[in-house]
């Protein structure tokens, strides 16, 4: 595997269903984030991680549980959604710090809450 | 706050014509670096083009370059030879210098009509 991979690719889950978002980077970055990709608005960002360390969280419900367990992967916990929270997740990383340090994207998730 | 606007929603373009996709941002900050990311239908969200703000001279990869008007806190993007794979959503995104979050804006999707 190579870039940023993202599973599952697609998940349909009820509002009282517990399920969770998973990301790795084969890239040796330093600094792994979470987005939302809803139609007609712009990303969102969820949560930043940098060094297995969270350092933002946009005022991201609760009902998201993110998990950084190294620096390579990104959990996305996820229970008793609500139908909005249908989107697109996507998860990135980049080399953390200054400098022109471009994000690496994955696929994406696409999330649909019934 | 900074913020990425892009006032097309839409843009179409005949194939080996020119396209240019605009992006303006508002900040107060001197040191910052935009990028160009495109999304194509059901893929992963890819790196375009960089620009540092504090360099002049503007940036090009390829067919793509950009028309930096820092006074003017403007970044379009020019798509010279449009192909058919450049068919996308394309997002104007901004950081500042000491910070890697990156702030988009709503996007553009281009066609590209053979």
């Known amino acids: 595997e190579t870039g940023v991979t993202q599973t599952p690719r697609h998940l349909v889950m009820g509002m009282t269903n517990k399920k969770s978002l998973k990301c790795e980077q084969h890239?040796?970055?330093?600094?792994m984030y979470w987005y939302k990709q809803s139609a007609k608005k712009p990303l969102e960002l969820m949560f930043v991680?940098?060094?297995?360390?969270?350092?933002e969280n946009n005022s991201v419900p609760s009902r998201f549980s993110p998990e950084c367990p190294n620096s390579s992967h990104l959990f996305l916990h996820l229970h008793t959604l609500q139908p909005e929270d249908s989107a697109l997740y996507l998860c990135?990383?980049?080399?953390?710090?200054?400098?022109?340090?471009?994000?690496?994207f994955g696929p994406g998730t696409r999330l649909t809450v019934t | 706050a900074q913020t990425v606007t892009q006032s097309q929603p839409e843009m179409s373009v005949q194939e080996a014509e020119t396209v240019t996709l605009s992006c303006t941002y508002d900040?107060?900050?001197?040191?910052?670096?935009l990028f160009w990311y495109k999304q194509p239908p059901s893929r992963q969200m890819i790196l375009v083009i960089r620009?540092?703000?504090?360099?002049?001279q503007n940036a090009t990869e390829n067919r793509f370059s950009v028309n930096f008007q820092k006074a003017a806190k403007s970044f379009s993007l020019k798509i010279s030879d449009s192909q058919l794979g450049d068919a996308a959503m394309y997002f104007c995104?901004?950081?500042?210098?000491?910070?890697?979050?990156?702030?988009f804006g709503k996007g553009t999707l281009l066609t590209v009509n053979p």
């Open positions: 990135a990383s980049s080399q953390a710090g200054t400098g022109t340090y471009e994000q690496y």
């Open positions: 890239l040796g970055h330093n600094a």
């Open positions: 991680y940098n060094f297995k360390e969270q350092t």
């Open positions: 900040t107060s900050e001197s040191d910052y670096y």
């Open positions: 620009q540092e703000a504090y360099k002049q």
């Open positions: 995104a901004y950081r500042t210098g000491d910070n890697y979050k990156l702030t």
